[in-house]
């Protein structure tokens, strides 16, 4: 699994002109899923993206996790992080399909909600508008691969 991590003041997504999800301050998730991709992944990545010291602190310094900073968390399922550069139309054969894509996306956001955080989401396949107020900014990539 792969995730492009950004530390937010807030963060919504918008489909169809309605707001679905919305968060304060936290974290905004643009989560893909790979084909060899599992649930231990999900797991796995939900608990790093929650345990992340990237709050600051009030000396100003990134100490304070998701939970230490009192953050939400704003999923939302992207497919192109598993895209193929090679040429310049990217390909996407390398994502997920839609049945193991949706399971984990949901999976992930599961975990997170076990852990204690109220999480907010996109709609999976759909066309969407992310809007984020970027706090830092603050940026991260994760791969499941190289954790």
């Given at each position: 699994?792969?995730?492009?991590?950004?530390?937010?003041?807030?963060?919504?997504?918008?489909?169809?002109?309605?707001?679905?999800g919305?968060?304060?301050?936290?974290?905004?998730?643009?989560?893909?899923?790979?084909?060899e991709?599992?649930?231990?992944?999900?797991?796995?990545?939900?608990?790093?993206?929650?345990?992340?010291?990237?709050?600051?602190?009030?000396?100003?310094?990134?100490?304070?996790?998701?939970?230490?900073?009192?953050?939400?968390?704003?999923?939302?399922?992207q497919?192109?992080?598993?895209?193929?550069?090679?040429?310049?139309?990217?390909?996407?054969?390398?994502?997920?399909?839609?049945t193991?894509?949706?399971?984990?996306?949901?999976?992930?956001?599961?975990?997170?909600?076990?852990?204690?955080?109220?999480?907010?989401?996109?709609?999976?396949?759909?066309?969407m508008?992310?809007s984020?107020?970027?706090?830092?900014?603050?940026?991260?990539?994760?791969?499941?691969?190289?954790?």
């Amino acid at each position: 699994m792969r995730a492009v991590i950004t530390r937010v003041r807030e963060a919504s997504v918008t489909i169809d002109g309605q707001v679905r999800g919305s968060i304060g301050k936290g974290l905004l998730v643009l989560l893909g899923v790979g084909p060899e991709d599992t649930e231990a992944e999900a797991l796995r990545l939900a608990d790093k993206v929650a345990g992340l010291r990237i709050f600051s602190d009030d000396q100003g310094k990134m100490n304070l996790n998701l939970a230490a900073a009192g953050g939400e968390v704003l999923a939302v399922s992207q497919f192109t992080l598993f895209a193929d550069t090679k040429s310049r139309r990217p390909g996407f054969t390398k994502a997920a399909g839609p049945t193991l894509a949706i399971a984990l996306y949901e999976h992930f956001m599961e975990e997170c909600r076990r852990l204690g955080f109220r999480v907010a989401s996109g709609e999976f396949g759909a066309d969407m508008q992310v809007s984020s107020i970027n706090d830092g900014p603050v940026t991260i990539l994760l791969d499941t691969d190289h954790m």
